[in-house]
Nanobody, 113 residues
Framework: VQLQASGGGLVQAGGSLRLSCEAS????????MGWYRQAPGKQRELVAT???????NSADSVKGRFTISRDNAKNTVYLQMNNLKSEDTAVYYC????????WGQGTLVTVSS
């Protein structure tokens, strides 16, 4: 399984970005796809996940600002990030959980204040 993430970049505080992650290869369903992030000097943390059945889980720090969605036909998960804050600066990693745990290569999001 390969996870190809895209959409990171530099944005001013209050701005928006949309991350995408497409899964390819052989994997089972149902599964959970989502996003984690790791800021410099910190541990990797949950941002949001979404099961193939539509159940979501997200960090309190992003609720009301970030929206996770997925297109099961395209094996793609999206993260719409609005009202970005400097503390959202991190490398964002795409994740898929089936019977195994798969990670993408990470995409850097930098929010300037």
């Amino acid at each position: 399984v390969q996870l190809q993430a895209s959409g990171g970049g530099l944005v001013q505080a209050g701005g928006s970005l949309r991350l995408s992650c497409e899964a390819s290869g052989s994997f089972s369903s149902p599964n959970t796809m989502g996003w984690y992030r790791q800021a410099p000097g910190k541990q990797r943390e949950l941002v949001a996940t979404l099961t193939s059945g539509g159940r979501t889980n997200s960090a309190d720090s992003v609720k009301g600002r970030f929206t996770i969605s997925r297109d099961n036909a395209k094996n793609t998960v999206y993260l719409q990030m609005n009202n970005l804050k400097s503390e959202d600066t991190a490398v964002y990693y795409c994740n898929m959980q089936t019977f195994r745990n798969y990670w993408g290569q990470g995409t850097l999001v930098t929010v300037s204040s």
